[in-house]
């Protein structure tokens, strides 16, 4: 059974640049597409980063693009969303999940197989 558990949430400042992690178990790493979400209050959850396992290339948001950096580590089994110059509308439960498929290619929440618990990131102006 996959298992995903993200960290590096908390109350941040405006501009600042925390890194969120998730340490994924349960499968092969190079196997399954990762990708990173977001749910704001009262919002729908949408897709931040995603990241190929095949050929690793990432896709973005146009909301965070140049901004959020999505990356992993084969070796650690974990999957990083690197956030900078944050903004306030960039509060939400962040969360990290996988797909049983080597290519993403941006997909949407609907296209993911494992899901996190989340982790809260408060953009505080």
């Known amino acids: 059974q996959v298992q995903l558990v993200e960290s590096g949430g908390g109350s941040v400042q405006a501009g600042g640049s925390p890194r969120l992690s998730c340490a994924a178990s349960g499968y092969v790493a190079r196997l399954y597409c990762m990708g990173w979400f977001r749910q704001a209050p009262g919002k729908e959850r949408e897709g931040v980063a995603t990241i190929n396992a095949g050929d690793e290339r990432a896709y973005y948001a146009d909301s965070v693009r140049g901004r959020f950096t999505i990356s992993q580590d084969y070796t650690k089994n974990a999957v990083y969303l690197q956030m900078t110059s944050l903004k306030p509308e960039d509060t939400a439960m962040y969360y990290c999940?996988?797909?049983?498929?080597?290519?993403?290619?941006?997909?949407?929440?609907?296209?993911?197989?494992?899901w996190g618990k989340g982790t809260l990131v408060t953009i505080s102006s």
């Open positions: 999940a996988a797909a049983a498929r080597t290519y993403c290619y941006g997909s949407g929440p609907r296209g993911m197989d494992y």
